[in-house]
């Protein structure tokens, strides 16, 4: 049974938004309000897929890691 945490959407503000733990290794964050999409390995913190609606991943992308660490820890 995968593992999955609510957390805020980075993208969008919304408390819908879903992590979920694959493997053991992959987290997926998605978004049911704006299609976010943000799949990362936690062994070697790779980005193996992103999406984000109206917005460029890549130069967001550390301060969308840096948002939902303090989300999960609050
Ligand atoms: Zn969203």
Redesign the pocket.
Known sequence: MPAITKII??????P??ERHLLDGQLSRTQ??????LFVKCQRTNRVVEAY?PGMDVGRFRQAILVRNSLAVQG
């Open positions: 959407c980075p993208n969008c503000g919304s819908h938004a978004c049911w309000d704006c299609d976010y984000a």
